[in-house]
């Protein structure tokens, strides 16, 4: 794989779930990571379709989708698709009285440049603001837009240091936008071999418990679950891009209000998946 640098410390758990993968299929396999300056989502999907990289992990895209052959598991059970709101603090209670989807489509948000999240929330009368990832926190901070979104439980893990460098940006905690989405593993179309192994290995992880082991012990899955659950004002729309073969993955592969809770360990083998497009 390849990742940008410095950011990988940020993603523990989801390439924990890329190791697990590996660990719970037939044979032996390492993951290796590149870690290269700048990296954007554009050139490391270039990169698997030239074969520089055998595999990666990215937010879901009809393009991708498309491109690729798409491990149909999750990698957060849909958390990614729960978005928390970054704010500067001048304006830290310009939300508390947010009751309408319509009140919330008066902020502007910023976005990464090719995140999939900029062109769903435009389809959904969003403003959006669009630029590199590694320039948002300071363009917050400088308040050239409104409100960064940050999945829930990557807005709890990354707050610490993002408030260290920039201490006038605080989190929102009255407000949750969610949508169908996810981070998934994409391998190239043609590697149907790697994308059984993956696949394979996941639905091991999932049969032994391991996988619900891990998504349940990490702190800001953890932290993001229980911020869902406190009684926010939440506001669902639509992500018009997804295909169905993606809408029809198995429920048991998506959040529910028992994802922290050591009661469903007996459930049995989940459905294969089938691989879109392939």
């Known amino acids: 794989m390849a990742f940008p640098a410095g950011a990988k410390k940020f993603f523990a758990y989801e390439f924990g779930v890329v190791e697990m993968a590996l660990e719970f299929a037939e044979g032996d396999y390492v993951l290796e990571v590149e870690e290269i300056d700048g990296l954007t989502q554009s050139r490391l999907s270039e990169m698997l379709s030239n074969g520089d990289v055998d595999l990666m992990f ?7 989708e498309n491109t690729f052959l798409q491990v149909n598991i ?7 698709g729960h978005r ?9 209670d310009a939300l508390t009285h947010v009751k309408t989807i319509e009140q919330l489509r008066q902020f502007c948000v910023g976005t990464g440049t090719d995140w999939p999240d900029a062109d769903i929330m435009e389809k959904n009368g969003f403003c959006v603001e669009r630029a590199p990832r590694n320039k948002l926190w300071e363009m917050l901070e400088n308040k050239r837009f409104d409100l960064l979104t940050r999945a829930i439980h990557e807005a709890y893990r990354e707050l610490p240091e993002v408030q260290a460098k920039y201490p006038q940006i605080v989190l929102n905690e009255t407000v949750i936008l969610a949508y169908p989405f996810d981070f998934f593993i994409y391998v190239p179309k043609q590697n149907t071999h790697l994308w059984q192994i993956v696949t394979n290995g ?13 998504f349940r012990n990490d702190p800001a899955i953890r932290r993001g679950i229980q911020a869902m659950q406190s009684g926010r004002q939440t506001f669902h729309i639509e992500n018009q891009a997804m295909d169905a073969a993606t809408r029809t ?5 998506w959040y529910n209000s ?13 459905l294969i998946p089938s691989p879109s497009n392939m």
């Open 58 to 64: 990215s937010g879901y895209s009809t393009n991708r």
């Open 74 to 80: 999750p990698m957060t059970r849909g958390i990614l």
């Open 84 to 92: 928390a709101f970054m704010i500067h603090g001048d304006k830290k």
């Open 202 to 214: 996941l639905l091991e992880a999932y049969r032994t418990g391991a996988f619900m082991e891990h």
């Open 249 to 253: 993955i198995d429920a048991r592969f």
């Open 258 to 270: 028992s994802d922290l809770y050591l009661n469903d360990n007996n459930n049995p083998h989940p």
